[in-house]
């Protein structure tokens, strides 16, 4: 987590755009049958391990990360880091009423903190106004709540037009901070089971965990 905050501390300094994606193993399952939203992941600044089905994998593979960086967690540290640098943040998207009780909650939490948000959408019909408001906001940090993977490609195709540094999809986050949806308890989260207590909370996400399974499985035979 402190590694990432850093990075994109660093992507501010640096001025440019840049896209970070929270990737669960559904956005990888996705990525193998989509090859557009694959080159969007690709392609991105910055890819974090948003659950330990992520983290499993990497360290099959090899590779060294020490913990999921689940976005729900990051949205409050990213605030406090924003209210500390003088960074300025939007919430873009959730349903309306969402991202504006969220940006009350943080500027209590965080003093100080520009924050700025709007309900959206990822529709182009849209983009005018999405756009007008964040450039008005003069926002240098950028959450976007659409869900996966409309938020990354909406994402991807304004990034050159968005005038912000960092633009990070962050999913349900919001509806979790917000306490419209209950997160599991933290022995849960530390035991890698969120994901049980949000199919227990909310059964229609059978059909999309469905693919975990097949997920693990690509995951040990791909070793071979």
Request: aromatic share 8%.
């Amino acid at each position: 987590m402190n590694a990432a905050l850093e990075r994109m501390e660093q992507f501010v300094d640096e001025g440019g755009a840049h896209l970070v994606a929270t990737v669960n193993p559904e956005f990888v399952m996705r990525a193998n049958e989509d090859d557009q939203f694959a080159r969007v992941l690709e392609t991105a600044d910055l890819c974090l391990p948003d659950g330990i089905g992520v983290v499993w994998a990497a360290r099959r593979k090899g590779c060294r990360i020490n913990e999921p960086v689940a976005g729900t967690d990051m949205v409050p540290l990213l605030a406090t880091l924003c209210a500390r640098r003088g960074f300025r943040l939007f919430l873009l998207g959730a349903a309306p009423g969402v991202a504006d009780e969220l940006a009350a909650k943080l500027r209590i939490d965080s003093p100080g903190l520009e924050v700025e948000s709007y309900s959206g959408s990822p529709d182009p019909a849209d983009d005018a106004e999405a756009l007008k408001r964040i450039h008005d906001h003069g926002t240098q940090i950028l959450l976007v709540a659409f869900g996966h993977p409309r938020q990354e490609l909406w994402i991807d195709r304004l990034k050159n037009r968005l005038g912000v540094s960092v633009a990070i999809g962050v999913g349900g986050a919001f509806d979790y901070l917000t306490g419209r949806v209950p997160r599991a308890p933290a022995w849960m989260r530390r035991a890698g089971l969120e994901w049980l207590y949000r199919l227990r909370q909310q059964p229609w996400r059978f059909r999309r965990m469905t693919v975990l399974p097949v997920y693990a499985i690509k995951v040990l035979t791909s070793d071979q």
